[in-house]
């Protein structure tokens, strides 16, 4: 009789561990259900990072080439979204194509504030090769951060090396990866090429 009674006790430790187990994988999964349906209604939200492309006053909206990724963004502005421009207070109708631009989203996808500015003058680009005219010396480059098309005088004063060996415009190929370094005329003073990994 004791070992009957022994045993139907560790059947019913046994379980309630058992169940215990299971209440707790239980919580575990409704907390990650949460959180994962936070993240995915929070999809709307977020902020954007690139350079303006286009100005619409009339259509309300500011398109830009997202940062890094490159994909063109078209965003609708409201009377209550927030602008500034070169860190005063502005208008949609302030900001020009070429600025970068800042734009933090609201839960409708429209722009909840705008903080733009005019580029700054670059000494370096970094990016890819994707046009040589060597009848204009001219060099095209995509900007590795911000995607910007870039095309640079290239002088016979331009120092160029091509996959770490003495070149010139001629032996850069569209597609390789460059790195440039503007002269105070805004004429490449260095170029350095190099194929990509295959």
Not at 94 to 102: E, F, N, R, S, T
Not at 157 to 170: A, D, H, M
């Amino acid at each position: 009789m004791k070992k009957l009674v022994l045993v139907l006790a560790l059947v019913l430790a046994t379980s309630i561990g058992l169940s215990a187990t299971a209440m707790a994988g239980a919580h575990r999964g409704l907390a990650q259900t949460a959180v994962a349906s936070k993240a995915s209604k929070g999809k709307g939200h977020g902020t954007v990072h690139g350079v303006v492309t286009g100005v619409d006053t009339t259509a309300s909206t500011i398109t830009l080439t997202v940062q890094k990724t490159c994909e063109s963004a078209t965003i609708n502005v409201t009377d209550k979204t927030k602008i500034r421009v070169n860190g005063k207070p502005g208008t949609l109708g302030d900001i020009q194509a070429g600025y970068h631009a800042v734009v933090k989203l609201a839960k409708d996808g429209s722009a909840k504030r705008i903080h733009a500015r005019a580029a700054h003058t670059r000494h370096v680009l970094h990016g890819k090769v994707t046009a040589v005219d060597t009848t204009a010396n001219t060099l095209t480059l995509q900007l590795r951060k911000t995607c910007e098309s870039v095309t640079v005088q290239v002088t016979d004063k331009t120092k160029i090396r091509v996959n770490g060996k003495k070149g010139s415009l001629s032996d850069i190929q569209a597609g390789y990866k460059a790195y440039v370094k503007l002269a105070k005329d805004g004429t490449a003073k260095k170029i350095h090429a190099r194929a990509p990994k295959s």
